[in-house]
């Protein structure tokens, strides 16, 4: 029969480092965003602009994408641990009758 064992710990430990990666990665995004505006002013040229705003768009949407990622990781941690102490209630309840 085979074992499993869930540390609920490590997975809300491992959760909670991929929201700050991701908190990190949205912060320094914006703050690479801030400085590119305060300096777009001087661009004569707007190819260099139109280049910029369209790997902005792109970077946001891969941000929203690995924002979208983490909601559903932590979703699926939340059921997880669900299921995992529904499953320990039911085995202990075995053991009881």
Do not use: C, F
Request: aromatic content about 8%; overall charge negative.
């Amino acid at each position: 029969m085979t074992t499993y064992q869930v540390s609920l710990e490590q997975m809300q430990y491992v959760e909670g480092e991929m929201q700050a990666i991701n908190n990190r990665l949205s912060q320094t995004l914006a703050n690479l965003n801030d400085e590119v505006h305060r300096n777009l002013q001087h661009w004569l040229n707007s190819d260099p602009r139109q280049l910029y705003n369209t790997r902005q768009k792109e970077w946001t949407e891969l941000v929203a994408a690995m924002q979208n990622l983490l909601n559903r990781a932590q979703v699926a941690v939340g059921n997880i641990g669900e299921h995992y102490a529904a499953g320990e209630k039911y085995g202990v309840s075995l053991w009881e009758q």
